[in-house]
């Protein structure tokens, strides 16, 4: 089957049991047992439930995987996947990443024994010089947050297999229907569900797709032990969402090429950041690893008090956290995504105060460049009075 009828005909599109052409919300804590002896498939909503079943098998079925785990939140999801390392082991991540991971790798990790080493991994020889005797897992983002930065994943993949790393990816932008990591090799991959997989800004979730066996017993230890599971409606909510996935991200993606190409030619941007722009410095590694470049993209400005006001002129988008959603998002990364990473580590990676991040939703594009527009001209009114 090809991916767009993967997303309407899997094991979570209907119920077995009546053929209601949706997963019933199975909204229990607990289940009966007909032999104590002999304990049915589920017995207690936390270690397994049929709603989340079906959004674990669906998500696993297109990325490419074996195994899935839905989590209540894509930093659940992360910080599970962490925890399946030790005290003493050395992990090695990308350094333009999402601030929730950064502030888990510096807080949560440390706390437990865990060294992270942030590295530069669009360099691959930057990945190989940093590896440690103990170094166990490599992490990575790519396309990255907020920078759109590209990681050579096959070339990543094959250092850290040198050397019998685990190599998690974090797939949010491209979601599976533009990039499948373990199809390259990659041991684990991480998803914020509240983003395109679940698409409509009503929904937080995380989900976790691994092949190998022992891994999946980790995940799946620490999904049960720690119970930070997702809840029957909510898996409901990311498998409806994941039946518009592929019309969805298609449209948005034309958008968001149409919006970066205008971005690019105005005069009070700087610098366009998006895989989709011939300019971007690693067009052909992304697509050689992706099918599309997704619908974010940032873009800097001429200072800080001029992007200020540009996001308070807006009316059409929402400033907000967060992306993937119907509406098109512009987030102000320096104080949402990324404002638990230090300002002097902020500035190393180039993430400052006259950078936002847009997600493209579902609105005619004509309408939001014509808003884009208007808050630019107001902009320059605003700065010139001051």
């Known amino acids: 089957m090809k991916f767009g009828t993967k997303l309407i005909c899997n094991?979570?599109?209907?119920?077995?049991?009546?053929?209601?052409?949706?997963?019933?919300?199975?909204?229990?804590?607990?289940?009966?047992?007909?032999?104590?002896?002999?304990?049915?498939?589920?017995d207690y909503s936390r270690s397994g439930n049929p709603t989340r079943k079906g959004l674990e098998e669906t998500i696993a079925l297109l990325e490419g995987g074996t195994y899935g785990y839905a989590f209540a939140s894509g930093m659940a999801a992360i910080s599970s996947v962490l925890l399946t390392f030790a005290a003493g082991d050395h992990l090695l991540v990308c350094k333009d990443i999402y601030g929730g991971t950064y502030r888990a790798c510096t807080t949560q990790l440390k706390d437990h024994g865990i060294e992270a080493t942030f590295v530069d991994t669009e360099n691959l020889e930057e990945i190989r010089k940093n590896i440690k005797t103990n170094t166990k897992g490599l992490?990575?983002?790519?396309?990255?947050?907020?920078?759109?930065?590209?990681?050579?994943?096959?070339g990543a993949i094959n250092i850290a297999k040198e050397f019998n790393?685990?190599?998690?990816?974090?797939?949010?932008?491209?979601?599976?229907?533009?990039?499948?990591?373990?199809?390259?090799?990659?041991?684990?991959?991480?998803?914020?569900?509240?983003?395109?997989?679940g698409g409509h800004s009503d929904v937080i979730g995380g989900l976790v797709v691994v092949n190998e066996r022992s891994l999946a017993k980790k995940i799946y230890r620490i999904q049960n032990t720690v119970g930070a599971v997702l809840g029957p409606q909510d898996s409901w909510l990311l498998l409806r969402g994941l039946k518009t996935l592929k019309v969805r991200m298609d449209y948005q993606q034309s958008s968001a090429d149409k919006l970066a190409r205008w971005l690019s030619d105005h005069?009070?941007?700087?610098?366009?950041?998006?895989?989709?722009?011939?300019?971007?410095?690693?067009?052909?590694?992304?697509?050689s690893q992706a099918s599309?470049?997704?619908?974010?993209?940032?873009?800097?400005?001429?200072?800080?008090?001029?992007?200020?006001?540009?996001?308070?002129?807006?009316?059409l988008p929402a400033v907000a956290v967060s992306l993937g959603g119907i509406e098109t998002i512009v987030s102000y990364p320096v104080k949402m995504s990324h404002a638990s990473i230090p300002e002097a580590e902020r500035l190393k990676l180039g993430v400052t105060s006259n950078l936002v991040r847009v997600s493209l939703g579902l609105e005619d594009i004509e309408d939001i460049i014509e808003d884009f527009n208007n808050a630019f001209n107001k902009a320059y009114e605003i700065i010139s009075k001051k």
Do not use: W
């Not at 685990?166 to 569900?193: C, K, W």
């Not at 950041?273 to 052909?284: A, C, I, K, Q």
């Open 11 to 42: 094991s979570g599109s209907k119920d077995p049991h009546t053929g209601a052409l949706s997963l019933p919300i199975y909204q229990a804590s607990t289940f009966h047992q007909e032999d104590v002896d002999n304990m049915g498939e589920f």
């Open 139 to 154: 992490y990575l983002e790519t396309p990255s947050n907020p920078l759109l930065k590209i990681t050579d994943l096959k």
């Open 165 to 197: 790393l685990i190599t998690m990816v974090d797939n949010s932008f491209l979601s599976p229907y533009l990039q499948r990591p373990l199809e390259l090799g990659a041991d684990i991959v991480i998803h914020s569900a509240t983003k395109f997989i």
């Open 267 to 287: 005069k009070a941007v700087t610098e366009v950041f998006y895989t989709g722009l011939e300019s971007h410095p690693n067009r052909d590694i992304h697509y």
């Open 292 to 315: 599309g470049a997704g619908a974010v993209l940032s873009f800097k400005m001429e200072s800080e008090s001029f992007t200020k006001a540009f996001l308070k002129e807006l009316t």
